[in-house]
C-alpha cells in the first residue's frame, strides 16, 4: 500500500521561510499527479499547489501563494517538496500532500485537480506564522 508522510511543519515569524517535505512509501508510479492541500480551522480545504510528474514546467498554484511558493519532485527519492516563502499569517494551516493514484494524461489533469482527484493522503504537519 501507498503512504504518505509529511515533515518540515513548525512556527515561524512572518516573513520566514519554511521547506515541507512528503516522503512516499510504497509502491507508487512517478508519473502520479501529487499535490498540496492546506486547512485552517472553520475553512475549507484549499489546494495549494499541484505538480505533473517531476516537471517544473507545469505546476499549479493558489492566488494567494502564487509567487511565494515552490512545489518540486524528486521521483528517485520519492519525495515531495513545498517551498514557503515570504510567509504571511493567513498561511496558518495544516498542509497535507496527496497523490492520485491513476496516471494523469497530461499536465492538465493535475492543474484542474480537485480534492477528490487525489486517493492517498498523509497526516497533515502544522504551520504557524506569527505575526
Known amino acids: 500500500q501507498v503512504n504518505l508522510a509529511e515533515s518540515g511543519g513548525g512556527s515561524v515569524e512572518e516573513g520566514g521561510s519554511k521547506r515541507l517535505a512528503c516522503e512516499v512509501s510504497?509502491?507508487?508510479?512517478?508519473?502520479?499527479?501529487m499535490a498540496w492541500f492546506r486547512q485552517s480551522p472553520g475553512l475549507e480545504r484549499e489546494r495549494v499547489a499541484t505538480?505533473?510528474?517531476?516537471?517544473?514546467?507545469?505546476?499549479y498554484y493558489s492566488t494567494s501563494v502564487k509567487g511565494r511558493f515552490t512545489i518540486s519532485r524528486d521521483s528517485a527519492k520519492k519525495t515531495l517538496y513545498l517551498q514557503m516563502d515570504r510567509l504571511k499569517p493567513e498561511d496558518t494551516a495544516i498542509y497535507f500532500c496527496?497523490?492520485?493514484?491513476?496516471?494523469?494524461?497530461?499536465?492538465?489533469?493535475?492543474?484542474?485537480?480537485?480534492?477528490?482527484?487525489?486517493?492517498?493522503w498523509g497526516q497533515g504537519t502544522q504551520v504557524t506564522v506569527a505575526s
Open positions: 496527496a497523490a492520485g493514484s491513476t496516471i494523469p494524461r497530461g499536465p492538465w489533469d493535475c492543474e484542474m485537480s480537485t480534492a477528490s482527484s487525489f486517493d492517498y
Open positions: 510504497g509502491y507508487m508510479s512517478g508519473s502520479n499527479c
Open positions: 505538480i505533473y510528474r517531476d516537471d517544473s514546467r507545469y505546476t
